[in-house]
């Protein structure tokens, strides 16, 4: 499974933007996706996921009513859809997706994306 990110960038305090995550290969693996991101000097964290094969969403507190999960099951396609962006906004964005299968016993693959620049500036 390969993860593009993409559609970061600059925006100041207020605006929005629409980030992209493009699944290819073995894309029928994959049970469930999501968006983490990564500021300076801070762990990785969890934005926003699909949970229960799609069926819901999970949301960091930070960015609940601000954020929105979606997908394009035809396009292999994930989306983040961000309003009301805040300076604390500001971290590289990643897409994440999970692939499980069986050989022998349930195995999980874990894939990343190359990562995407958010910019907000107060």
């Known amino acids: 499974v390969q993860l593009l990110e993409s559609g970061g960038g600059l925006v100041q305090a207020g605006g929005s933007l629409r980030l992209s995550c493009a699944a290819s290969?073995?894309?029928?693996?994959?049970?469930?996706m999501g968006w983490y991101r990564q500021a300076p000097g801070k762990q990785r964290e969890l934005v926003a996921q699909f949970t229960e094969g799609y069926e819901n969403t999970n949301y960091a507190d930070s960015v609940k009513g601000r954020f929105t999960i979606s997908r394009d099951n035809t396009e292999n396609t994930m989306y983040l859809q961000m309003n009301s962006l805040k300076p604390e906004d500001t971290a590289v964005y990643y897409c994440n997706a999970r692939a499980l299968y069986y050989v022998d016993l349930w195995r999980e693959d874990v894939y990343w994306g190359q990562g995407t620049q958010v910019t907000v500036s107060s």
């Open positions: 290969g073995s894309t029928f693996t994959i049970s469930s």
